[in-house]
């Protein structure tokens, strides 16, 4: 597990699309700043609020990331040489979480560093300040399950993408549609627009429903990857 946890580490930090993800996300975020700034209380607050919107760009990540390998069958090489598809399956996924993690963060990291040493701006968190941190890094980790999920169904760069864009724009249709009182409690997104403007419904009903999106998910991609014939 280890040597495949650095395998796909190595090959991560090697690859060209994940910085040049990276750094688009952040160029993007910074430009949305401007129609998000007057929505939230802080700039790191309204750099939070762009996440969803920017969605798309987790999607070509993994996209590439997963579904390239699925497709071209790189991955088989690790079963030849003698893994598990199990550890496998969860170094892939480890990996990609933390790739997915890192692009969704940097920007937030680099507008907290501005709103607090140029902007003097206060960032109140309360009392349950490292809870929210909790929920919106989790919030985040679901997020990103949902197109892991489709490459490992799928298996196919294409049609991951295709298919995870679909339910992208849907989601986004479902956040502006007359049941998004609703819809905005159980969705990932809609969880990181309700943390970015301080709307909390229930902190750990969030955290239910991020919990169970993700065992339902991976469970299903788990049992599917480890019977389907790769060959």
């Not at 993690?101 to 902007?119: N, R, T």
Request: charged content about 10%; hydrophobic content about 55%.
């Amino acid at each position: 597990m280890s040597n495949l946890l650095k395998t796909e580490l190595y090959k991560l930090f090697h690859s060209w699309y994940f910085w040049g993800i990276g750094i688009f996300n952040l160029f993007l975020s910074t430009i949305l700043l401007l129609d998000s700034k007057g929505k939230s209380s802080n700039l790191i607050m309204a750099s939070l609020y762009n996440v969803p919107l920017l969605y798309f760009l987790i999607i070509v990540f993994i996209a590439l990331f997963i579904g390239s390998d699925l497709g071209r069958r790189t991955l088989n090489t690790y079963i030849t040489a003698g893994h598990k598809r199990s550890c496998i399956l969860w170094a892939k996924v480890i990996v990609s979480q933390i790739g997915c993690i890192i692009i969704l963060i940097f920007p937030l990291l680099m507008h907290g560093v501005i709103s607090q040493f140029c902007m003097k701006e206060k960032f109140i968190w309360g009392d349950n300040g490292y809870t929210i941190l909790l929920v919106t890094l989790l919030a985040m980790i679901t997020m990103c399950t949902l197109p892991i999920f489709l490459a490992f169904i799928f298996r196919d760069m294409g049609r991951t993408l295709a298919i995870s864009m679909v339910l992208f724009f849907v989601m986004i249709f479902l956040l502006n549609s007359e049941y998004a009182q609703t819809i905005i409690k159980i969705l990932p997104m809609g969880q990181l627009r309700l943390i970015s403007l301080q709307k909390f419904y229930s902190i750990d009903f969030f955290l239910l429903v991020d919990f169970l999106w993700n065992v339902i998910l991976y469970m299903v991609a788990g049992n599917v990857f480890l019977h389907i014939d790769l060959k």
